[in-house]
C-alpha cells in the first residue's frame, strides 16, 4: 500500500501547488472579464459576482495521480424576489440529492417579465429559476469572453473552452514551456453557482449518466464545498500531526479505480457511481467523528483503512448513508452550520440504487480489500493504465 500511494496516488506538493497558482491567474482573468463585459443596468439580466471559489480534492489535499483536473464555483448575481425552496420532500428530482427550487415570489412586478421569459420555467403554477437555461447563458458569455483573455495570456498559455450540452464548460489551459516549470496541460470546470448566502451555493444538477435524461431544469443541486473545507480545517488541527485520515481515502480512491479496471459493463459504471469520491468522502467523515482521532496516526494506516472498507461494506448492505451536513445535528459544535443546512430533510445517498446493485458492490469492495496486493500488482502495469479523465 506505501509503494502504490507513493508511485501511483501521491502529488508532488510543488506541481500541485505552481498548478493550483496558474489555474487561479488564469480564471481571476477570465471571470474579471466577464464580469466587466456583463454589467448592465436595471435588475433585468443576469451577471457574474466578480469572484470565484476553489472547490474540491485538489484544494482539499486528498486528489490522486495528477494534478490537471480542477472544480471552480463562479457566484452569479441574481434578481431579487427569487427565493429557494427545497423539494426533496416533494418527491421531486432524482433520488439521492437534495435539490431546491429558486422560486419567484407571490407578485413579481411587471418589469421582471423579460427575465423571466428569458430564464424560468413553469413549476406547479409558479416561476422557477431554469438550472438549464442559466448553464446555456453562463457557456455563451465566458465563450464571448474568451477573446479577451486569450490575448492577455498568450505570454503565459494557451487557453480553450470545450462545452457540453447539460454540463458546465471545461477550461483547457496549456501553459507555455518557458513560463512555468511543471509543463502540465490543465482542465478546469467552471460551475455556475447561484449563492444562498452562509458560503452555500445551488448549482445545476449534473445528468446521472452519458445517457440519462437531463434532471428537471427548475431543480437545483446543493453544494456544500466550503463546509467540508471547513470541516476538514478543524479535523487537521485536532487530529496528530501524522494523522492518515486523508491517506486513507486517497488510497480507497486509487483501489476503487484499479479494481474498476477490470469489472464488466453495466456494473462497471454502476462502480463507480456507489463508490464516487463524494460517498467515500462522505464514509471517511463519519467514521471520523466517532473517534478517537489519536487512532489515526499513520502508524496505525492499515487498520483505519480496514475499518473504512468495512463501514462501508456495512453501509451498502444496509443502503443507508446520509448527507453528512443536511440535518446532522451531532457534528461538533466548533463547525458552524447554517440554518438551511440544520432544518434541511436528511438525504440517503444510496437511495438512487436498488438492493442487488448495492450488495454487489459490497461484495466487490471486500473482495478489492482482501486481494489488494493482486490487484495492485495486475491493473498497475503499463497496459492497464488508462489516462484520468477530464472533469
Not at 495528477?66 to 472544480?71: E, K, L, Q
Not at 456507489?274 to 492499515?302: M, N
Not at 443546512?341 to 436528511?346: D, F, H, I, R
Request: charged share 20%.
Amino acid at each position: 500500500l506505501e509503494s502504490f500511494y507513493a508511485r501511483q496516488l501521491r502529488l508532488s506538493p510543488h506541481v500541485l501547488g505552481h498548478s493550483k497558482a496558474h489555474v487561479g491567474r488564469v480564471v481571476a482573468e477570465l471571470v474579471r472579464a466577464a464580469k466587466a463585459q456583463g454589467l448592465q443596468p436595471g435588475p433585468l439580466a443576469l451577471s457574474l459576482r466578480g469572484d470565484f471559489v476553489r472547490i474540491g480534492s485538489a484544494y482539499e489535499q486528498h486528489k490522486v495521480r495528477s494534478p490537471d483536473c480542477f472544480d471552480i464555483l463562479v457566484p452569479l448575481r441574481l434578481p431579487p424576489h427569487l427565493e429557494p425552496q427545497p423539494r426533496s420532500a416533494d418527491g421531486l428530482g432524482p433520488c439521492g440529492a437534495f435539490v431546491c427550487g429558486l422560486r419567484a415570489k407571490a407578485g413579481w412586478p411587471r418589469r421582471y417579465r423579460p427575465f423571466a421569459e428569458g430564464f424560468c420555467v413553469e413549476l406547479q403554477g409558479r416561476s422557477h429559476l431554469s438550472a438549464g437555461l442559466v448553464l446555456r447563458w453562463f457557456q455563451g458569455h465566458l465563450q464571448r469572453c474568451l477573446g479577451a483573455v486569450r490575448y492577455r495570456l498568450q505570454e503565459r498559455c494557451r487557453v480553450s473552452l470545450s462545452v457540453c450540452p447539460g454540463r458546465p464548460p471545461t477550461l483547457h489551459i496549456v501553459p507555455c514551456s518557458d513560463y512555468v516549470c511543471c509543463h502540465i496541460s490543465m482542465a478546469v470546470r467552471l460551475i455556475p453557482a447561484i449563492p444562498l448566502g452562509d458560503a452555500l451555493y445551488l448549482t445545476a444538477l449534473p445528468p446521472e449518466g452519458p445517457r440519462a435524461p437531463p434532471a428537471p431544469e427548475a431543480l437545483w443541486g446543493l453544494n456544500a464545498s466550503r463546509q467540508e473545507q471547513r470541516l476538514l480545517s478543524w479535523l487537521k488541527e485536532q487530529a496528530p500531526a501524522s494523522s492518515c485520515h486523508l491517506k486513507c481515502l486517497q488510497i480507497l480512491k486509487g483501489l476503487r479505480d484499479l479494481r474498476g479496471q477490470g469489472l464488466e459493463e453495466p456494473f462497471c459504471s454502476q462502480w463507480g457511481r456507489v463508490l464516487s469520491s463524494y460517498v467515500l468522502k462522505t464514509a471517511l467523515f463519519s467514521l471520523l467523528l466517532r473517534g478517537p482521532l489519536e487512532a489515526w496516526d499513520e502508524r496505525f494506516l492499515v487498520e483505519r483503512l480496514e475499518d473504512l472498507v468495512l463501514y462501508l461494506r456495512d453501509c451498502l448492505r444496509k443502503q443507508v448513508l446520509m448527507h453528512f451536513f443536511l440535518g446532522n445535528a451531532s457534528l461538533p459544535e466548533a463547525v458552524v452550520l447554517p440554518r438551511f443546512l440544520k432544518e434541511a430533510t436528511p438525504v440517503n445517498l444510496l437511495a438512487a440504487f436498488d438492493g442487488p446493485m448495492l450488495d454487489l458492490a459490497a461484495f466487490q469492495l471486500i473482495n478489492t480489500w482482501i486481494q489488494a496486493p493482486h490487484i495492485i500488482r495486475m491493473y498497475s502495469s503499463p497496459r492497464y493504465l488508462r489516462p484520468a479523465p477530464t472533469p
